[in-house]
């Protein structure tokens, strides 16, 4: 091995350590808060509980601040990010979260619930990963990939055509007014992260609640950190090319925290591991990391116990569930986090469209469900 290899090695390897360890933290905080965004919907839908809702949205508050604090200091480049890509394939970005929504909702959680539940015991978790896993290779490289390709990805708008360089909200409001992109993200920022703080705060009970503070806390600042690593920690020029590239990430651009494209990657990997072009990425690690850290905090807290499917019915909605969010999550370009807060922390207006789709069909599935156990 040459020299200018190693370094690239060594390089991709810290990435991968350091994506580890935060996915790790994540994963015990996550098992102790009961962060999920299929419980925060579910919350309102049967209870009118807004409280895991203020959790999620702290999350994106947090990791907006930060996010873009690290861009205005020019600490890292957010342009570079395949968030905020100037080819906005809103149609994707709707479909793709609509699936995911109905998916999460049958499937008892979403990617990063999963992997949580699968260090706490879950046997149902293992085999939504295995099946989303799966959906999402073959929606990203496969026969869905051809399918998405050649019809709703080819639904979009190009803002080069109107001199907009990325789809994030300072571009859009930089060529309207006429101002710096840098001083118009600040602006929007501020606006938007403010907003929802003040709603945040405006929950009586959860001013007080711990665990949503942690929680909403603990996802913000890793996707913060996520963007640091992958940004900052893994941004160096290739010896062998004398290009700056990213290290350490499966898309070869800066990268956060998501979990739907990582859990194909990893089986990808745990598949093919005698295949030395690949290796321990970014986000394969932060799998590894989630899962563990849920694992061990459920085995010190003792509550670790393990749980499998109780009918027919339970396996065949885990399994549809799956496939759902692997094909949604990768027509969307994220998850419920991936879109939710890590896409959101760039201020990329498809993560608005995504978002909103997901919350939707996971809404008007569980009032669905509802309706159905009424029924019956």
Not at 127 to 153: C, E, H, N, P, Q
Not at 191 to 200: E, F, H, Q, S
Not at 360 to 372: D, R, S
Request: proline fraction near 1%; include cysteine; charged fraction near 10%.
């Amino acid at each position: 091995m040459n020299t200018a290899t190693s370094a690239a090695t060594n390089l991709a390897t810290t990435v991968a350590w350091l994506s580890f360890i935060v996915a790790f933290v994540l994963g015990a905080i996550s098992a102790r808060t009961q962060f999920c965004t299929l419980g925060a919907v579910s919350d309102i839908v049967n209870m009118n509980d807004w409280s895991r809702m203020r959790m999620w949205v702290l999350a994106m508050a947090v990791a907006i601040i930060g996010a873009q604090m690290l861009y205005a200091l020019g600490i890292i480049d957010l342009s570079k990010a395949f968030y905020v890509r100037p080819n906005v394939t809103w149609l994707s970005y709707i479909v793709g979260g609509l699936l995911f929504g109905i998916g999460m909702t049958l499937a008892s959680g979403c990617g990063s619930r999963t992997l949580v539940r699968i260090g706490g015991g879950n046997v149902k978790s293992i085999v939504v990963f295995v099946f989303l896993g799966i959906a999402a290779y073959m929606t990203m490289k496969g026969l869905f990939g051809v399918w998405r390709v050649a019809s709703i990805d080819k639904v979009a708008v190009d803002l080069t055509a109107s001199g907009i360089a990325t789809q994030e909200f300072g571009s859009l409001l930089a060529t309207m007014l006429g101002i710096s992109k840098k001083a118009a993200q600040i602006c929007a920022a501020s606006v938007i992260a403010g907003a929802l703080l003040i709603w945040v705060f405006m929950g009586r009970e959860f001013r007080s609640s711990v665990d949503g503070w942690l929680g909403g806390l603990g996802y913000g600042l890793a996707v913060v950190a996520g963007w640091y690593i992958t940004a900052k920690v893994g941004f160096g020029e290739n010896r062998e090319t004398l290009e700056m590239v990213f290290f350490g990430t499966n898309s070869r651009t800066a990268e956060s925290i998501t979990f739907v494209a990582p859990i194909a990657y990893s089986l990808e990997l745990l598949m093919l591991w005698s295949d030395k072009s690949l290796a321990v990425t970014f986000g394969i690690a932060s799998v590894s990391g989630m899962i563990l850290g849920a694992f061990v905090y459920s085995i010190v807290f003792k509550r670790f116990r393990w749980e499998g499917f109780v009918s027919v019915d339970d396996t065949r909605n885990h399994l549809v569930g799956a496939v759902l969010m692997g094909v949604g999550g990768v027509t969307a370009m994220g998850c419920t986090i991936g879109q939710g807060v890590t896409g959101l922390s760039t201020l990329a207006v498809g993560s608005i469209f995504a978002l909103t789709a997901m919350i939707i069909g996971c809404a008007v599935t569980l009032k669905y469900q509802y309706w159905k156990m009424m029924q019956e």
